[in-house]
T-cell receptor, first 109, second 112 residues
Framework: KQEVTQIPAALSVPEGENLVLNCSFT??????LQWFRQDPGKGLTSLLL?????REQTSGRLNASLDKSSGRSTLYIAASQPGDSATYLC????????FGRGTSLIVHP | DTEVTQTPKHLVMGMTNKKSLKCEQH?????MYWYKQKAKKPPELMFV???????INESVPSRFSPECPNSSLLNLHLHALQPEDSALYLC???????????FGSGTQLSVL
């Protein structure tokens, strides 16, 4: 059974810092990995999807990488802003999508 | 239209009530999902429909009954729920199995 771990569980940083969020998984036989953002009590907003054959995807200030062999993905957020404050979840899709517990991010002005 | 629409946004029900959650998408997606999310926990998969047929049931109690009337609609019928069933219920869809997930904004359910 796929197990997904996200580190750190929580992060509080001043505005402007570059951030790295980590996601690791136990079964490397995956179709894809998707990063989401969730605001409190709301649904999930898709940020980036990386297919199993890809190494990296970029969207604006976000960059996600995937190393399938080591079972790891990283979400890089450049020049963080207070509006980035949210919980970030990774979902690993290996037959069924399995979520990590998320990283709760606070960016203070 | 790139949205997944869930109604209602909030629902309060007693343990003897029967209610239904509704999910709709018009993106032509053929896979639809129900997830349950408790506070500060990750979403947990409940059901998956693929081409309008139930393909995955993650050992969900029978008081939750899914229904997929057509390729655009997904319902979750609720009956005799327990207070511990209070949670955010999320619907998602994807073009096909194992493809990009699109989520709705969820229904916040409280069982009294």
């Amino acid at each position: 059974k796929q197990e997904v771990t996200q580190i750190p569980a929580a992060l509080s940083v001043p505005e402007g810092e570059n951030l790295v969020l980590n996601c690791s998984f136990t079964d490397s036989a995956i179709y894809n990995l998707q990063w989401f953002r969730q605001d409190p009590g709301k649904g999930l907003t898709s940020l980036l999807l990386i297919q199993s054959s890809q190494r990296e995807q970029t969207s604006g200030r976000l960059n996600a990488s995937l190393d399938k062999s080591s079972g790891r993905s990283t979400l890089y957020i450049a020049a963080s802003q207070p509006g980035d404050s949210a919980t970030y979840l990774c979902a690993v899709n290996s037959y069924i999508p399995t979520f990590g517990r998320g990283t709760s991010l606070i960016v203070h002005p | 239209d790139t949205e997944v629409t869930q109604t209602p946004k909030h629902l309060v029900m007693g343990m003897t009530n029967k209610k239904s959650l509704k999910c709709e998408q018009h993106m032509g997606h053929r896979a639809m999902y129900w997830y349950k999310q408790k506070a500060k926990k990750p979403p947990e998969l409940m059901f998956v429909y693929s081409y309008e047929k139930l393909s995955i049931n993650e050992s969900v109690p029978s008081r939750f009954s899914p229904e997929c009337p057509n390729s655009s609609l997904l319902n979750l019928h609720l009956h005799a729920l327990q207070p511990e069933d209070s949670a955010l219920y999320l619907c998602a869809s994807s073009q096909g199995d194992n493809e990009k997930l699109f989520f709705g904004s969820g229904t916040q359910l409280s069982v009294l």
